[in-house]
Every structure is written in structure tokens, then in C-alpha cells.
């Protein structure tokens, strides 16, 4: 069960992607568009459109690859799954549109906050929502960042029970977030 919900949002890509109700924009941003996939060193991932780094994780984590997405880590022991993603082009949309791209292929879901929260020195936007996918329940924390040539975001999932226990180092991660150069 537990491993179901740790890797949904791999799943809701693959669902966003083939859902005949999904927009133009929601394709796009699901990250499946036809870049190269990007090259991780260290705690730095460089793609063709962009670089940035990410803030290093315990030896607990381990990174996973991810469909559509640019990097993910799993922490067996806590089975919580980490990502972050980028998209880079023209586009100007708002953060609540980009944030609520996200978790269009879910079923059920809903939202419990949303605020403003500092990334990269600029605001991002914040949300927690209780979801499931099938008939497995999770926790779910997302996070949407604008640069001025890339859009990012970054989630959070695990079993509800542990959802609040664990959330801390998802902010942190999110926190030692940095762009370094996108075109």
C-alpha cells in the first residue's frame, strides 16, 4: 500500500499525459516536453535549458528516476518521495494555475492551505492536499516557483499519519533550492 502512494506522482504524470481532458498547457507542463533529459552532479542538476541545485539529503534518501520530471529521491525507511521539476519556455502563467496543473489526474483531492512561501529569493506558492489514487490516501505538499525563464515545482508525498512528522525536511529541501543559470 504504502509503496502505491510514494510513487503516485510518477503514475500522475503518466495519467496527466494520456488523459483526454488534459489542455495544451497541462501537457506542456507536466514536464513531458522533448529536451533532453538533464545530468545530475552532486547536488547540482544541469539540463539543456537550465542548472540549479538542490539542497543535499541524508544518506536515508536515495534519487529514483522519475517520468516526465527531472529528479526524484525515495527514503525507504520513511517511504516519502521527494521531486523537483522544470519547465522552460514562453509562457506566463500565475502560481495558482501552475499548482493546480499538478494534480489534475487526481481523482480525489483537496486542499487544505495554501499560502505564499519564500523559494530562491522570490515567492512561491505553497499547498497541502489530502488526495488518493485509487483506493490508497495520501498527504500531498507541493510547491511552485517562477525564474524569469523557468517555472519549477517541487512535491512532498507520504501516508497521512506521517505526513506532519516528516514535512520539515521537505521545507528545508525546498529552501536550499537555487537556480544557477536558465535560458
Not at 4 to 15: D, E, H, N, Q
Not at 43 to 61: F, G, H, I, M
Not at 94 to 114: F, P, Q
Amino acid at each position: 500500500m504504502r509503496k502505491k502512494v510514494s510513487f503516485f506522482i510518477g503514475l500522475s504524470l503518466v495519467l496527466v499525459m494520456s488523459s483526454c481532458s488534459a489542455t495544451k498547457f497541462l501537457v506542456n507542463y507536466a514536464s513531458g516536453d522533448d529536451r533532453k533529459p538533464g545530468k545530475m552532479k552532486g547536488w547540482v542538476y544541469t539540463a539543456e535549458r537550465n542548472s540549479y541545485r538542490v539542497k543535499p539529503l541524508s544518506q536515508d534518501w536515495e534519487r529514483v528516476p522519475i517520468e516526465g520530471g527531472d529528479i526524484a529521491f525515495y527514503n525507504p525507511a520513511s517511504d516519502l518521495m521527494l521531486t523537483v521539476s522544470s519547465f522552460c519556455a514562453d509562457r506566463d502563467y500565475d502560481l495558482r494555475t501552475l499548482s493546480d496543473s499538478l494534480v489534475v489526474a487526481l481523482g480525489k483531492r483537496r486542499i487544505k492551505l495554501r499560502k505564499d512561501i519564500e523559494v530562491d529569493g522570490a515567492t512561491g506558492l505553497y499547498t497541502e492536499y489530502e488526495a488518493s489514487l485509487g483506493n490508497e490516501n495520501f498527504a500531498l505538499a507541493t510547491v511552485v516557483h517562477k525564474s524569469p525563464n523557468c517555472d519549477y515545482d517541487f512535491s512532498y508525498s507520504a501516508d497521512p499519519a506521517d505526513f506532519e512528522a516528516n514535512l520539515g525536511e521537505f521545507i528545508d529541501f525546498v529552501s536550499g533550492f537555487g537556480e544557477i543559470w536558465a535560458k
